[in-house]
């Protein structure tokens, strides 16, 4: 694999990704060394140092565990391999912070075994070098062949400013490719500037909810706040000055191919209701799939006289101070806010339709500590490595825990004998908080664990349940009155304040925008409730359109949308790059291409645990019973084949 050289290292860019020089003192060392993560600065002292005799001198882990930061490690262990960090990290400042050591293949190998304790296989290992940024494949994306007059001859729409809109507009800018992003709301952040109900807060480790290209040191929380996403992604746009390119409070209402000039013409609407039209050679669709909030249709649920709205439309203004408040939906939304609201309001009532697996993870909510955010600030390579600890136990690692065993019987409580062992471990997470049997059948699923999205819990979730002042029904809705909830068995409870925590429309993404490809054949209608595209980008009879977490792409389980999206943007560029080079005037991949990877797509979610019998009301779910929103595939698999289009795959027109 090719190497970052040694002057690479030297960059001062490179260094703000693998590490900054400091002449910080002992004390300052000392606390970043006691918060740190041990097998992240274990792997920072060979970086320091270029022995790779440390990993055979110091103990490592014996197993990488999802949410735990540490690592599986004894507390001696632990403490071993700080003492030895403390003088290591002191004799590197005195050296002057030189250029860290880069490992060559073998050497990297031999820290993975380390690291992973031997889960990684040689099949990883170039996936996993660009993320720790030893080689450049990632940072510098696909290698363009066409012309930078080619490039800025190529004008293109971004509808969506969320993380992956926000994507777009870098990458689109570093290639010298013409752009404007357009986004209905008033600021970038899409999803995260939507969702400001209290408690919102990402459910992936911040280090891997970051591009890969911006780490910081700044998360103030291992598992980041709404607020605090938020102020990244303007930091990231202030960084890369992209909001100069950015149509804010502007809405696409839709868009036309047109064949003869081979553009679209992308209809836009301001806020005064001023209408415009855009002329571009390509259109990236940023929307993603939480872009339209759902209201599930329960009689009277419009005759409440009270405040009512969704999570993903709060109202700032709204005081539940002593308010009586009913809040419908115990998924992610409804997970979060609940605990965040409770000390406020004088009495909730959660609406549970079904219960949901939530993960042990006392860094929940836990805030990072001054010395772990210097530690990822200076130590060598510590941030890629923390950022690996992050997301490797939750990600590929994790495949054997989501595939079905045939044979595998156990009246559907789990799908193989290591999804068994997760649900032990769920349930006695949860048994450790609370000795109410009513209340643990109420909260304890009945389909296997990882079948949805699983959340986050330090025991707060239960905790707050048992409170004289909230309780949970899992009776279901009969009716909304204008003072209420009446359950399905006739208890009215009344309610001042109605809180829908009901989640999103995944199925239906573009919502209103009007798409048209070629001949005027919609995308709304070409797609109804089964949307599809090739690898989650491309769509045929829609030339030169593409889709950044797009249909297929939602990782249930087990990964960062951002660093998903970065690979959907190395393949847009690819396949712009593609008509460029071929003198082309639009490209979309062929028909059966498309139909193929669908097929593939639905085939291999069929092994797995989500469309398991006992998974029921599951949101991504069509009317059809498919999951065309979901993921299906590894992540290595992902990065590997959205490297580069392969021009077999697609119908290019030349001029």
Known sequence: MPHVSDATVRDPEIARLTGLPFDDGDDMIRAAIDEASVPALLMSMVHMTGDLG??????????????????????PDKRAVRERAFDVVRDY????????????????????????????????????????????????????????????????????????????????????????????????????????????????ASQYYTYSFEPTDHWEHHYATQPEILQYLNDVMARYQIAEHVRFDTEVTGAVWDETSATWRV?????????ETLTARGLICAVGQFSNPVIPDIKGAKDFDGP?????????????????????????????????????????????????????????????GDGARWATRHLPYYGRWLRFVSWWPIADALNEQITIDPEWDNGGLSVSAANHTIREVFEAWMQAFTTDQGLLEKVTPKYPPMGKRTLQDDGTWLTTLQRDDVE????????ITADGVTDANGVHRPADVLLWATGFDVNHQLGPIDVRGVDGVGLNEVWGDAAFAYLGVTVSAF????????PGTNAVNGASLIYNSECQMRYVLGCIDMVLTAGAACAAPRAE????????????????????????RRYYDNSAGELPTLFAWR?????????????????????
């Open 635 to 655: 992540i290595v698999d992902y990065w590997k084949w959205t490297h580069r289009p392969n021009p077999d795959d697609y119908e290019l027109k030349v001029f």
């Open 472 to 479: 949970l029904i899992t009776d279901g809705i009969s009716e």
């Open 93 to 204: 400042r005195e050296r002057g912070c030189p250029p860290p050591f880069v490992p060559d293949d073998d050497q990297l190998r031999a820290m993975l075994r380390v690291m992973s304790a031997s889960q990684v296989t040689e099949e990883f290992v170039d996936y996993i070098a660009a993320d720790l940024r030893f080689t450049d494949v990632d940072q510098k994306g696909p290698v363009l062949a066409s012309t930078a007059e080619q490039r800025a001859g190529f004008p293109v729409v971004v509808i969506g400013c969320g993380e992956s809109g926000l994507l777009a507009g870098i990458k689109l800018k570093e290639a010298g490719i013409p752009f404007t992003i357009v986004d209905k709301q008033s600021g970038v952040g899409g999803t995260w500037l939507a969702n400001r109900y209290p408690g919102c807060r990402v459910d992936i």
């Open 543 to 550: 030339p030169n359109f593409y889709c950044v977490f797009g």
């Open 54 to 75: 440390i990993l055979d001198e110091l103990p490592g882990p014996y197993l990488l565990i999802a949410m735990d930061l540490q690592g599986a490690m004894s507390e």
């Open 308 to 368: 009512s709205f969704h999570t993903a439309d709060w109202d700032d203004d709204i005081d539940l101070a002593g308010k009586r408040v009913a809040v419908i939906g115990a998924g992610a939304s409804g997970f979060q806010l609940v605990p965040a609201i409770a000390d406020t309001a004088g009495h909730v009532d959660v609406y549970q339709r079904t219960a949901q697996w939530m993960a042990p993870n006392v860094n929940y909510h836990a805030p990072v």
């Open 593 to 616: 291409v498309c139909t193929d990877n669908d097929r593939r797509s639905q085939e291999r979610l069929k092994t797995m645990v989500y469309p398991h019998p006992a998974v029921t």
């Open 267 to 275: 209809q836009i609407r301001d806020a005064a209701g001023g209408a």
